[in-house]
């Protein structure tokens, strides 16, 4: 598999914490995994080359994307100085309205002993903090956020300010595109605000999107649109983005770098990436 990417496998990570959960991998396996992906080659793409990539442009095979959903705290406490020990680049998933502002706390790579470092909740803990008002004990905080772009391990990225699912809240169907639109303004101006700039790439929050949804992204900006679809990437040479695109992603659990290397052989490979989804399902 020299030369060219024939799909670019798209990772997707939650929580990286010695708490664990669902979504969560520990710091060891999440390690193990990154040491994996540099010994085997692999380079890490940045949201720009992907969408350059999906749009017709060549990369090298092994080439991958790393995406952290949420902005949890422990991306910060564990996968940073991951990913700054290797170069690798991975993008963050922000929900603008939970960040707070606040002095940076310690991380695996800044703390004389474990001790120091924050603690971590697990994925429930952290909803239920989030959902009482303690957002900050579960997420990034802002000045964590642009130390991790200083460093170019993390890009960040719109997850919608309220990570609502509004298909839910709401039967009234104007009133789901009212406040769907309003949620990704309100992101939008706050990336801004905070960061500077804004991408056109969103990841739906829990995966979902229909028709509604897809439009109202489309008319705020959005062209790369983060599924939790398993599949390949395949470039789309050039097609219009008038629907804007779709990017399949794997859930990475938390085992070996061997289950990660067996994953990323299949999905590396669009044939045979469509054949083992045929027969999963
Ligand atoms: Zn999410």
Avoid at 46 to 71: I, M, N, R
Avoid at 118 to 144: F, K, M, T, V, Y
Avoid at 173 to 193: C, H, N
Wanted: glycine share 6%.
């Amino acid at each position: 598999m020299k030369g060219r990417a024939r799909s670019v496998p798209v990772l997707m990570y939650h929580h990286v914490s010695s708490s664990p959960g669902m979504i969560t991998v520990s710091p060891e396996h999440f390690g193990a995994q990154m040491a994996y992906l540099e010994r085997a080659g692999y380079r890490t793409l940045g949201s720009q080359q992907l969408s350059a990539y999906l749009a017709g442009e060549p990369v090298p095979a092994k080439s991958v994307v790393l995406t952290f959903d949420d902005g949890y705290l422990d991306n910060w406490v564990h996968a940073h100085p991951v990913l700054q020990r290797h170069g690798f680049t991975a993008l963050c998933f922000l929900v603008t309205s939970w960040p707070r502002d606040g002095e940076v706390r310690p991380n695996a790579s800044s703390a004389v002993n474990l001790t120091e470092l924050p603690r971590l909740l697990n994925h429930r803990e952290g909803e239920l903090a989030i959902r009482s008002g303690r957002a900050d004990e579960a997420i990034l905080r802002w000045s964590e956020i642009d130390a991790m772009r200083v460093a170019g391990t993390f890009e960040f990225h719109s997850h919608t300010h309220t990570h609502e699912r509004w298909d839910l809240i709401t039967p009234n169907r104007d009133e789901k595109r009212a406040r769907l639109t309003d949620d990704l303004i309100a992101a939008r101006q706050m990336l801004e605000a905070r960061l500077g700039d804004v991408s056109d790439h969103l990841c739906w929050p829990q995966g979902y999107y229909d028709e509604d949804y897809q439009q109202i992204a489309l008319d705020a900006g959005f062209r790369n649109f983060y599924t939790c679809h398993t599949g390949a990437n395949e470039s789309d040479h050039g097609r219009a983005l008038t629907a804007g695109r779709s990017i399949n992603r794997l859930e990475v659990r938390d085992r070996p770098a061997s289950w990660l290397a067996s994953r990323l052989w299949v999905h590396s490979r669009p044939a045979l990436s469509r054949a083992y989804l045929r027969i999963k399902r």
